[in-house]
């Protein structure tokens, strides 16, 4: 089924509701058809034309730890040797308690790490156990590294590509 190219108005309106992130319900397409004025079938259609088109690269989730009682998150910094930094990196991107690990440029002679991953966990003695465990069973005794423990929680959100406006407030009731 081809579904028609939706008016420009609709088209922005549905883009700032989609930079908002995806309403928690079962039916989310319909949800923000609804806020936006079309049927769901077009919501669909848009997304899947943005994304063919390369407007939307990705469809993500974000977790808001800590009200879910992760309160203790480490960047460990590590400075690995040029020749063993990427063999390094996917060893410890591959730990199930790393969930991220990136790679940096280094900012001498300040900044000598090029290896970044994150450790969450509920308590500071939790993740540090966790590193305890990682250094251990990599054989990462010998690469000079740091933990930094976050001391503020930030706001998380995607990339934002249209005028806000009162009417797309996150906080105002949508109907059910």
Known sequence: MTVASPDPAAQQRLRALLERGLPLTSRPWRRLAEQCGLSEAEVMAC????RAEG???RLGLVVRHRPLGIAANAMVVWDVPEAEV????RRLAAEPAVTLCY???????DWPYNLFCM????R????????????????????????????????QCGG??????????RRAPTPA
Do not use: C, M
């Not at 790679?103 to 002679?109: G, K, T, V």
């Not at 934002?160 to 407030?169: I, K, L, P, V």
């Open 86 to 89: 990427g063999a390094v990196g």
């Open 124 to 155: 500071r003695a939790h993740v540090e156990a966790r590193l305890a465990e990682i250094v251990a069973r990599q054989a990462l005794e010998a690469i000079p590294h740091r933990v930094l423990f976050s001391l503020k929680a930030y706001k």
């Open 47 to 50: 997304v899947e034309r943005w």
């Open 103 to 109: 790679r940096r440029p280094r900012r001498l002679p």
């Open 119 to 122: 450790i969450h966990g509920s």
């Open 160 to 169: 934002r590509f249209t005028r806000e406006d009162a009417s797309h407030d």
């Open 55 to 57: 407007l939307i690269k």
